[in-house]
């Protein structure tokens, strides 16, 4: 299963580059994806659940318009704070637990702490342990941080 | 328009090279180095469109993912003292 | 215009910053910034293959091989301080320094003046009656498209053209690669 | 101008600016951490916007979905490196900068 996925994505991925659709081209590129599928199917899918993973994708599409307009505000945020002469900073270190269990559950979160307003991921372990550093001081992650948990869907899978 | 936008962003990378020069610290620099990365690929899709041969976008492409490999093995080198 | 000469500054910064660095690790970032840049300026130049090369050569496996050798070296330069100060508290060894510097300065110099005096002769940056493009460069520009079917004429007479010489290069560096890899391997054990 | 050239035009100018202050923050702020801040977000920002200008140029064609895709790939990877970089400089023991101390 995964062995297609992947080679059907390189393939797709091979059209994209090249641009050019004749015969030989085709073929090799065929060749070329099945090969690289061949020996990484492993690394990009592992098992792999079809119907949880549209799932998740259709949630994560869900999640992206409100992740937009939260990166836009972390970016006046930051154009002010770095713009304003005396720089209005106070720095901190928060930690933090989540309930999150998948690794692109946990990678998701970090990029988007990373991309949202005022703080950066610092470390974000395994088991859901969040190290972040805060531009300003008393920054509340909850929101997010159900926002991705639900994206995860540990309850209603 | 587009030659405006490509000086605009050779300038940012003149301001970032100060960061890579001082430092302080070598973790300072790598980050300079790998916002450089960023704005030269965003240069050179400019480019790019300078010359209306956006054909050099897969050039870019593969300086998207060189810059992200060095970054990580740069990384890999402090985290565990060699590479291999 | 401007774009290409803020560019070349950042070059001649970011060589200067390698060559003074003490800090190997720094130094070879540097120049992975400065390889990044001088592929920039090669696709101003229109050499799009020398530019892949010059990204994933010199700013993606040079660094990284770098940082390996590093790895199983030592990260600062040898004498680093004494370098560094230059000036010591002694009449006939400062006397000793100014004069091995002048000299330098002035090898530089000539160095420089010959090498100007060289270019002179050469023909205008782009004169399309320069010896290099009278030759073959009119054939490959009319011809290499519907001879070899590549758009890229640069790249028509690199692989194609010249194809017995790219690949002998080819297997001069894959030859050197093994080599490499063999000699790794050699000492890990 | 067509309305095409006026939305490329906005938004290169859009992405110009955040490329320049994520240059500046990343000069101006005082320690490693807070650095990481503006090289993470708005260089991020600033690219994405850049690229897609770009793609509103180009219209809907090969190149565009080209642009499309580095300008995702940057927005995962950049991110993911800054986060890889602190993380490091964390384990390494660099203690983020207090208010009041003197800039490092």
């Known amino acids: ?157 | ?84 | 215009m401007a774009l290409d000469l803020i560019l070349l500054i950042i070059i001649v910064i970011c060589a200067f910053a390698a060559v003074q660095m003490r800090d190997l690790l720094s130094a070879a970032l540097v120049l992975g910034a400065c390889s990044l840049i001088m592929a920039v300026i090669w696709t101003r130049l229109n050499a799009v293959d020398v530019a892949f090369t010059e990204a994933s050569v010199g700013a993606g496996i040079t660094t990284v091989l770098m940082i390996a050798a590093l790895s199983r070296t030592r990260r600062g330069e040898e004498g680093g301080e004494e370098r560094d100060m230059g000036w010591v508290h002694d009449g006939a060894a400062n006397k000793r320094f100014i004069f091995r510097h002048i000299a330098m300065l002035i090898v530089v110099l000539v160095t420089m003046g010959v090498l100007i005096y060289g270019t002179m002769d050469m023909p205008d940056f782009g004169d399309p009656d320069a010896p290099a493009h009278t030759h073959v460069a009119r054939r490959y520009i009319e011809k290499s498209r519907e001879e070899t079917g590549v758009k890229n004429f640069v790249t028509a007479v690199l692989v194609s053209y010249r194809g017995y010489d790219t690949l002998g290069e080819t297997t001069v560096i894959f030859t050197a690669g093994i080599a490499v890899v063999l000699l790794l391997r050699k000492q890990r054990r | ?104």
């Open chain 4, 1 to 104: 101008m067509e309305t095409r050239a006026i939305i490329t035009l906005v938004l290169l100018g859009i992405g110009c600016f955040f490329i320049v202050v994520a240059s500046v923050g990343i000069i101006r702020f005082p320690d490693f951490y807070t650095r990481v801040h503006p090289a993470g977000k708005t260089d991020t920002m600033g690219q994405a916007a850049v690229l897609i200008g770009l793609a509103v140029y180009e219209g809907l064609s090969l190149v565009s979905v080209k642009l499309v895709i580095i300008m995702l790939f940057l927005a995962i990877a950049n991110p993911t490196a800054t986060h890889a970089l602190a993380k490091a400089a964390y384990v390494a023991g660099l203690r983020p900068w207090r208010k009041g101390e003197p800039r490092r």
């Open chain 1, 1 to 157: 299963m995964s062995f297609i996925l992947t080679a059907v994505i390189m393939f797709g991925f091979w059209l994209l580059l090249s641009g050019h659709f004749t015969f030989i081209l085709l073929t090799s590129g065929i060749v070329a994806s099945l090969i690289v599928a061949y020996f990484s199917h492993e690394l990009l899918f592992g098992d792999i659940d079809l119907k949880i993973t549209v799932n998740r994708i259709v949630r994560l599409i869900k999640y992206m318009p409100w992740l937009v307009w939260e990166i836009i505000a972390a970016n006046i945020d930051i154009v002010y704070r770095t713009l304003h002469p005396s720089m209005p900073i106070d720095p901190e270190m928060i930690e933090f637990d989540t309930n999150l269990k998948t690794e692109t559950g946990i990678a998701i979160l970090a990029n988007s702490i990373t991309l949202t307003p005022g703080t950066v991921t610092v470390e974000a372990k395994r088991d859901g342990k969040f190290k972040v550093h805060s531009i300003v001081r008393g920054v509340n992650m909850s929101g997010m941080q159900a926002k991705v948990e639900m994206i995860e869907g540990n309850r209603d899978v």
């Open chain 2, 1 to 84: 328009m587009f030659d405006v936008a490509g000086i605009v962003v050779a300038l940012a990378v003149l301001l970032v090279i100060y960061r890579v020069i001082k430092g302080p610290r070598i973790c300072d620099r790598v980050l300079a180095v790998n916002a450089i990365g960023t704005k030269t690929v965003v240069l050179l899709a400019l480019i790019g469109f300078m010359y209306e041969r956006p054909q050099f976008l897969d050039i870019a492409l593969v300086y998207a993912l060189i810059n992200f490999i060095a970054t990580i093995a740069f990384l890999k080198y402090r985290e565990m003292g060699r590479l291999d």
